[in-house]
Nanobody
């Protein structure tokens, strides 16, 4: 079983950048597609980005395409989300998770959720 721990969240102003990390322990994460989701207050947890096990394929929600970049380091067992040009609507708790279904964007296909890291963007 894989355990995931997110970090790197915090306070930012509109236009700033943040980089989130997701450290995996337990079973290697190398075999899995990994993804980032976010959940704003009162809203459902939404897909943001995913990356295939090799890193050769990436997928993004339209709202973050061109601003966010997902990457992974399978040697360090760490997933990243580089967030540029942040907007107030990016304010949410960000979660990482894994799936064995390559290309999936469905929350219900993902598991081993971390505890999340809060990102707050002010205008």
């Amino acid at each position: 079983q894989v355990q995931l721990v997110e970090s790197g969240g915090g306070l930012a102003q509109a236009g700033d950048s943040l980089r989130l990390s997701c450290a995996a322990s337990g079973r290697t994460m190398s075999w899995y597609t990994m993804g980032w989701f976010r959940q704003a207050p009162g809203k459902e947890r939404e897909f943001q980005a995913a990356i295939s096990w090799s890193g050769s394929s990436t997928y993004y929600a339209d709202s973050v395409k061109g601003r966010f970049t997902i990457s992974r380091d399978n040697v360090k067992n760490t997933l990243y989300l580089q967030m540029n040009n942040l907007k107030p609507e990016d304010t949410a708790v960000y979660y990482c998770a894994i799936t064995s279904i390559n290309g999936s964007r469905r929350r219900t296909d993902f598991g081993s959720w971390g505890q999340g890291t809060q990102v707050t963007v002010s205008s």
